[in-house]
């Protein structure tokens, strides 16, 4: 049965050599020296003395373990982070209640959990430990949705998941290994040959000591061929590790740079395509350009007339507000005004004149006897209404205003003052009027006008004027299309087009001005 055993073994560890040599065949580096991806890495491909090719690790040498059998300190270790089995030990734990389990292994896998790296099951291979040990289909398929398919349970892990001690579950995963002639890996400082150097020239010594009896076998044989060739041997035993390693780790960088370039430049065409994304949809653009281009010269015509319209409304509500606004200040003012004025006029004559000084005082005298009075004995009341009665049925418009004469006449004068004051602001002044004919004189060309014959300084009061008397007048007209200049670009055929566009757009704005300034001297 031991034989038998060890037959079969035998023929299925022959098998999955076959196989895995096969594969490496396939796996291996193509001509030109270009590498597949799944063996890139710094350490390139690295070809085991079974002929089958494994990720080239930093001092890591590759053995299979049923034949090396490596004690456990030739196994090569990394750190492994287990986010994941953490959750799911977490709810096994608590269910189990093994919170100390749990916090055991959470303060060992704390700055990730160092295990050989090669001492493992997978995880097809616990789920049939699991069927066989008569777990449950719910506990295999906690597993089994949990982690995937690829995932490896090293020692640790297994022996806190099923409370078993660490040796035990490490023994177990090794001779799992081992049955399967599993190609692992080994800490290359620990398993490589001691006294290497001593041993090569020790056979150096030996053989030149045995062949310097024979002929041909002379001292030029020993030293430069012989000698030589040991020489050569030696260097390349020691440095062949070193000098692939530099070579793999520098091929690695160059290739890690030559696809950072390539990922940027697809990165620059795609975005380069992507501005001219909508490219294709010219042409159906183009088909519609004249009905689009009408229809919108159409709404924009309209759009702009209606624009004028509620300006010119809104410029001549606002005007006839602010003439109502200074009628009605007018009229308050002008009341108290007479009443101001018909105070001063009684401060002026009650000093010197006896006759209102004796009124008051006999109407003093009466007062304090308690005596009724009429409006003639008291002179203050006589005086303001003789006042206002002064200023009944008198035309203030074609009285002549003095600010020291009457009360009519200081009225009078008052209200000129505020018809000056409003003709000034409300209405178009002769000395405006005569200045825009001065102006429109100098620029007039024949039976026309031609504004740039005005110097900068006329050319700046006209507009002045304009806007002044159209404010007056709450008149608006647009002073321009509303339109910028278009900015240059990077094409230099585009910034042809666009500099012939803003130079029409410029003379548009221009004639514009011209049609305004034209209607606006031709009013005077």
Request: hydrophobic share 40%; glycine share 6%; net charge neutral.
């Amino acid at each position: 049965m031991a034989m038998s055993s060890l037959a079969r073994v035998g023929r299925s560890s022959l098998l999955l050599s076959r196989r895995q040599a096969f594969l490496a065949q396939q796996q291996s580096r193509a001509l030109w020296n270009v590498s597949l991806p799944v063996l890139s890495g710094p350490g390139g491909a690295h070809i085991t003395k079974y002929h089958i090719v494994k990720p080239g690790k930093d001092n890591v040498e590759y053995d299979d373990f049923l034949i090396a059998l490596p004690e456990r300190d030739h196994l090569a270790s990394f750190t492994k982070e287990v986010p994941l089995f953490l959750r799911y030990l977490k709810v096994v734990t608590d269910q189990e209640s093994r919170p100390e389990a749990f916090a055991a292994f959470l303060e060992r896998a704390k700055s990730g959990l160092v295990v050989e790296s090669d001492v493992y099951i997978s995880t097809d291979e616990l789920l049939a430990l699991m069927w066989k040990n008569g777990y449950s289909d719910s506990e295999r398929n906690a597993v089994q949705f949990t982690f995937p398919a690829d995932y490896k349970f090293h020692y640790p892990e297994l022996s806190v998941m099923f409370d078993i001690p660490e040796e035990d579950t490490y023994k177990f995963c090794m001779r799992t290994r081992m049955e399967s002639s599993h190609i692992g890996e080994l800490d290359f400082s620990k398993v490589k040959r001691q006294g290497l150097i001593r041993d090569h020239w020790l056979i150096f010594g030996t053989g030149l000591f045995i062949f310097k009896s024979f002929p041909f076998f002379g001292y030029y044989f020993g030293v430069k061929v012989f000698g030589t060739s040991m020489w050569c041997w030696t260097m390349w035993s020691v440095l062949n590790r070193f000098v692939a390693k530099a070579c793999r780790r520098n091929e690695y960088m160059a290739a890690q740079k030559t696809a950072q370039d390539v990922m940027d430049g697809e990165d620059a065409i795609v975005s380069s395509m992507r501005r001219f994304a909508n490219d294709a949809k010219c042409v159906e653009y183009l088909k519609t350009f004249k009905e689009d281009t009408e229809s919108k010269i159409g709404a924009y015509r309209k759009a702009l007339v209606m624009k004028m319209k509620d300006d010119l409304t809104e410029r001549a509500t606002k005007q006839l507000q602010a003439v109502a606004s200074f009628e009605a200040g007018m009229g308050s003012a002008m009341q108290e005004l007479v009443v101001k004025e018909a105070a001063a006029s009684f401060k002026e004559k009650f000093p010197a004149d006896k006759g209102m000084q004796e009124k008051a005082f006999l109407a003093s005298l009466k007062g304090l006897a308690g005596t009724p009075l009429e409006a003639k004995d008291d002179p203050v009341s006589k005086h303001f209404a003789d006042a206002f009665g002064s200023l009944q049925g008198v035309d203030l418009s074609k009285t002549k205003g003095s600010a020291t004469g009457s009360l009519a006449e200081r009225v009078a004068f008052a209200q000129q003052a505020k018809e000056l004051e409003f003709q000034q602001t409300f209405m178009v002044t002769a000395a405006e009027a005569a200045e825009v004919k001065k102006l429109a004189s100098q620029a007039k060309s024949g039976s026309d006008f031609d504004f740039s014959k005005l110097p900068a300084d006329a050319a700046k009061r006209l507009d002045a004027l304009y806007t002044s008397i159209n404010a007056k007048v709450g008149f608006s007209l647009p002073e321009s299309l509303g339109s910028k200049a278009i900015e240059a670009t990077s094409d230099s055929t585009a910034n042809a087009y666009v500099d012939k566009v803003n130079s029409q757009l410029s003379s548009l704005d221009t004639k514009l001005r011209e049609a305004r300034l034209k209607a606006f001297v031709a009013a005077f």
